[in-house]
């Protein structure tokens, strides 16, 4: 009878949990984030689900934009990065997006970001972990690209930690890999929109650092989640960040992808 208690225990929890959450359907039926139809559970409508798209092979291996076209048979194998990664690579060894970025992925995110719209947290924490569960397994730390604490105070909240606990729970990751107090944002960098990528670059210098008497890096695999990925400008620095204090690896996984 012991051996079986804690299954027993789990399975009443399980229990009362969906119970309580088939209750409050009931009482307040869910809705589409994107279109508020009714659903039966969290997520997207079918109609909405067709609007997302993914970011389909053939990819370059090192930002995750996707080709513009298909390879020949056996070409991937010599050319697996994108000219731009060939040239001015970025300072992270891969990176994967669950989607792609376009008018329904922009209205989850926006919505998630300055409308506080919180239920849409599970659906893309969903993709990402189903996208990213080689990373996700692989890593010794995963960690959310921080906000300068006057955006946190100003919003209330880090989408990308948000989506960064959503996505580890969906992907069952041990809670002991997750460290946010690893990597601080320490520098109120200015609006990123209509800069050259060199000024971007020039933008994010020294915005970053880690926390004091970290040595856990040496040598250590990390994931960093952010929301979008639009020129890598910060997750790059981030990530130069991250291997200047001894990380071996730092790969990004993110919720969309632009271009």
């Known amino acids: 009878m012991c051996a079986w208690s804690p299954l027993i225990r789990h399975g009443i929890r399980h229990g ?13 039926p869910p809705q589409c984030p994107a279109c508020h139809a009714i659903i039966d559970d969290d997520g997207l409508c079918g109609q909405c689900w067709t609007h997302i798209k993914r970011i389909t092979p053939p990819l370059c291996q090192q930002c995750g934009r996707g080709f513009a076209f298909d390879f020949a048979d056996g070409v991937t194998d010599c050319w697996d990065r994108c000219g731009r990664c060939l040239t001015e690579p970025p300072d992270f060894d891969r990176a994967i997006a669950a989607f792609k970025y376009n008018a329904m992925s922009r209205l989850l995110i926006l ?4 409308a506080r719209r919180h239920d849409v947290t599970p659906t893309m924490a969903r993709m990402m ?7 996700l397994n692989q890593s010794d730390w995963i960690i959310p690209l921080p906000l300068h604490w006057t955006r946190y105070v100003q ?4 989408q990308s930690a948000e989506l960064a606990r959503a996505t580890m729970k969906a992907a069952d990751i041990a809670a002991q890999k997750y460290r946010p107090d690893i990597l601080k944002r320490i520098k109120k960098t200015e609006s990123q929109g209509y800069k050259t990528r060199q000024q971007r670059r020039q933008n994010l210098q020294s915005a970053f650092r880690v926390a004091d008497n970290t040595r856990c890096l040496n040598g250590a695999s990390v994931v960093i989640i952010d929301d979008v990925l639009t020129t890598g400008a910060s997750l790059s620095s981030a990530a130069r960040c991250l291997k200047k ?10 919720a969309a992808r632009v271009g």
């Open 129 to 135: 972990a189903n996208a990213g569960a080689e990373l």
């Open 111 to 114: 919505g998630l970001k300055y």
């Open 245 to 254: 204090a001894g990380a071996k690896e730092v790969a990004v996984l993110i």
């Open 16 to 28: 009362i949990r969906h119970g309580i959450r088939h209750g409050i359907n009931l009482l307040i």
């Open 155 to 158: 919003r209330g909240f880090n």
